[in-house]
């Protein structure tokens, strides 16, 4: 897939040096942004060698991986999106997929053009993580998906039930949170054969209380050929 991009996107500027005062996900020294499918994306990088692709979670943004961009950007080269619809990037028109959002991460490495990345993720980054194994192999090398799961009835009835409160409230959400919170009712819709097609050794983690029941988690990890 190739990114739509314009003259005016400049390519990034590596952050090498740690600097304890760097903001992570508002740091205009590390952030760039490129278009696809016709909605401006917001990244940052730091440090160098081997990419290390990260996704952050559903309503959450670059900086909620704060602790992991420190962590890691002694040794990778990592590289963090807002997803669509979340932080710093734009809105889209229509409604949004994690099919879409994961294309879009695509896009990204073709866009940088990275050899094939370990991709870190946690929740609906998680999701994003398997996404890209299935419908973007080339682009993966190792995954790390944490706390995610194939549709909704993977969620804890509590977890569920706590949604439906949020979009309940009063006041309601604004428009943004409404439409990313309401996607986890609706999606994913991945079936669990559709694992068994993923070649990237595969680490799956989940908390001891997630949200994501245990036998959903564990029944990603029995389809995935090379799981741990």
Not at 21 to 45: C, M, Q, S, V
Not at 148 to 160: Q, R, T, V
């Amino acid at each position: 897939m190739q990114a739509q991009t314009s003259p005016s996107e400049s390519r990034p500027a590596v952050q090498t040096p740690h600097k304890s005062h760097a903001k992570y996900g508002a740091n205009p020294a590390a952030g760039r942004t490129f278009t696809h499918d016709g909605i401006k994306l917001y990244y940052e990088i730091y440090g160098v060698g081997e990419p290390l692709l990260l996704a952050h979670g559903n309503r959450g943004s670059i900086g909620e991986l704060s602790a992991q961009i420190a962590y890691f950007r002694t040794r990778y080269r990592v590289i963090a999106m807002d997803s669509r619809d979340h932080g710093k990037s734009a809105d889209s028109p229509d409604k949004i997929t994690y099919e879409k959002m994961t294309d879009d991460l695509a896009a990204l490495l073709e866009h940088l053009r990275t050899p094939p990345a370990c991709v870190l993720g946690w929740s609906d980054g998680g999701i994003e993580a398997l996404l890209l194994a299935i419908r973007h192999p080339e682009k993966v090398k190792k995954i790390a998906a944490m706390a995610a799961n194939l549709d909704p009835d993977g969620l804890h009835p509590k977890a569920l039930a706590l949604i439906k409160t949020m979009l309940a409230s009063t006041p309601p959400p604004g428009k943004r949170d409404a439409k990313v919170t309401q996607m986890m009712l609706d999606e994913p819709n991945i079936e669990f054969t559709s694992l068994e097609t993923i070649t990237a050794p595969t680490l799956i983690l989940a908390g001891d209380h997630d949200v994501i029941r245990d036998e959903h988690t564990l029944d990603i990890y029995h389809h995935i050929p090379i799981a741990s």
